[in-house]
């Protein structure tokens, strides 16, 4: 029996975030080049897309690149580059079928600007699809994100734009690079790591945590609906006590 039948359908989490991890441990145990990880990783993006669309799920982003794996030797860089050029280009038709939009946050401008262009064509074709929005951590990291947003506060506050006793919790993600996304109900970490590792520190605040064995290139179907029932059948209590949830 598969675990989508234990799925409320009614209780989804409007937002799911994913740390796809483990691509070159799963390739290092198939006796196989990293990059061959990386392709395979490609395979589970999209099963895991298409599953988050036919359940429901409003919001499913994706951790793609760090600003940090910049670091990784050039080789590697590059060819992720190119596959992410040449998965966006070929992936058209499966973001089309699936009704889902496609969105990025991130340092885009460090991206080459073949990456660049390949973002804004999935983009621009994909600006009307309303039944998911699958958003792309590229060049992301979330101190980076903070900085940013403190800085352009700060260049607003001097510009007489701001005033800072008006500075808030809302006003602050209003400068956030996932302002116009609510913050994930359900963050998911595969191959057995349990870090956040510089992904959305300000919205994970109150998000639930799963942490998967497999490696990214594993996790299909079967493992995502075990995340989602996971999910279901913790209580959410934001401060609260388990009484004032229940409502008693």
């Known amino acids: 029996m598969s675990l989508k039948e234990k799925i409320d359908i009614e209780r989804l989490p409007n937002h799911v975030a ?57 080789e590697e860089v590059n060819a992720l580059m190119n596959l992410l050029v040449m998965t966006l280009e070929s992936e058209l038709e499966t973001f089309k079928k699936n009704g889902i939009k496609l969105d990025v946050i991130g340092d885009i401008d460090n991206l080459p600007q073949e990456s660049r262009t390949a973002l804004s064509n999935v983009m621009a074709a994909t600006e009307s699809f309303n039944r998911m929005t699958m958003v792309l951590a590229l060049s992301y990291s979330a101190r980076w994100e903070i900085v940013n947003a403190i800085r352009n506060i700060a260049i607003d506050v ?40 510089n ?42 006590t388990s009484e004032q949830i229940k409502g008693k």
């Open 158 to 197: 001097e510009n007489q734009q701001l005033n800072s006793e008006m500075i808030n919790e809302k006003i602050f993600t209003k400068y956030l690079t996932t302002c116009n996304i609510p913050d994930p109900e359900l963050l998911i970490r595969t191959s057995g790591e349990y870090r956040i590792s």
């Open 18 to 74: 994913i740390i796809m991890d483990g691509n070159g441990r799963w390739a290092k145990s198939k006796g196989k080049e990293r990059f061959c990880g990386h392709q395979e990783g490609v395979e589970s993006v999209r099963v895991i897309a298409e599953t988050a669309a036919e359940l429901g799920i409003q919001y499913l982003t994706l951790y793609a690149f760090s600003k940090e794996n910049w670091n990784r030797p050039t």
């Open 199 to 240: 992904f959305l520190l300000w919205q994970l605040a109150y998000t639930e945590l799963f942490f998967s064995q497999k490696y990214w290139p594993e996790f299909r179907r079967e493992e995502f609906y075990e995340a989602v029932v996971d999910f279901q059948g913790r209580e959410r209590r934001f401060g609260k």
